[in-house]
């Protein structure tokens, strides 16, 4: 199957920090996703992504689909403690039947 | 709104015994797919189906079965559960295969 690698594994930050994660694939994808999950609960969709280049906002959340369409980025400004959670990216080929996610990314935000 | 149900929340199993995980959804979605979640491995896809009657594996199907006879519904079967299943499992949909996807609350699956 597709490897997607997603870091950092985890980060701890003060209340009031911008954040910064990203993912790389091995392949070349048509479409990336970015999902939170809150402990005990699935993973809700952030934002979505569909054109390389394309730079999409939610709020305070800000990912772009990389150029080489082999890479994403995820970017919170101004952190606060509700951001807390895994932070999971999910890619899909063009001619895929399934989206791959990434191994997550932690996050802590302490007040 | 229900979005995507899925029932137990929680299960404990002895090793050999079998059950079966639902999951429901009420968005009249054609593509729905099980994934486990285990730490410091993502979501890895067990099966999906694009739509009813039709099923197809994923990344690690072995021990595990389906079937799509409504396009609700779309349960998950461990027919020998194993230690090696012990794991958090999550039902998602979405319109069609190249669409988002919509997660339900989780399993929490012990299997001792």
């Known amino acids: 199957g597709q490897q997607l690698n997603q870091s950092p594994q985890s980060m701890f930050i003060q209340e009031g920090e911008d954040v910064s994660m990203n993912c790389t694939s091995s392949?070349?994808?048509?479409?990336w996703l970015w999902y939170k999950q809150d402990p005990g609960e699935g993973p809700v969709l952030l934002i979505a992504l569909y054109k390389a280049g394309e730079l999409t906002s939610n709020g305070r959340l800000t990912a772009q689909f990389g150029i080489t369409r082999k890479d994403s980025f995820l970017n919170i400004s101004a952190s606060i403690p509700s951001d807390v959670g895994i932070y999971f990216c999910a890619g899909q080929t063009r001619t895929g039947n399934q989206f791959y996610f990434g191994t997550g990314t932690s996050l802590t935000v302490i007040p | 709104n229900a979005g995507v149900t899925q029932t137990p929340k929680f299960q404990v199993l002895k090793t050999g015994q079998s059950m079966t995980l639902q999951c429901a959804q009420d968005m009249n979605h054609e593509y729905m797919s099980w994934y486990r979640q285990d730490p410091g491995m993502g979501l890895r896809l067990i099966h999906y189906s694009v739509g009813a009657g039709i099923t197809d594996q994923g990344e690690v199907p072995n021990g595990y079965n389906v079937s799509r006879s409504t396009t609700e519904d779309f349960p998950l079967r461990l027919l020998s559960a194993a230690p090696s299943q012990t794991s958090v499992y999550f039902c998602a949909s979405s319109y069609d295969r190249k669409n988002i996807q919509y997660f339900g609350a989780g399993t929490r699956l012990s299997v001792l």
């Open positions: 392949s070349i994808f048509n479409t």
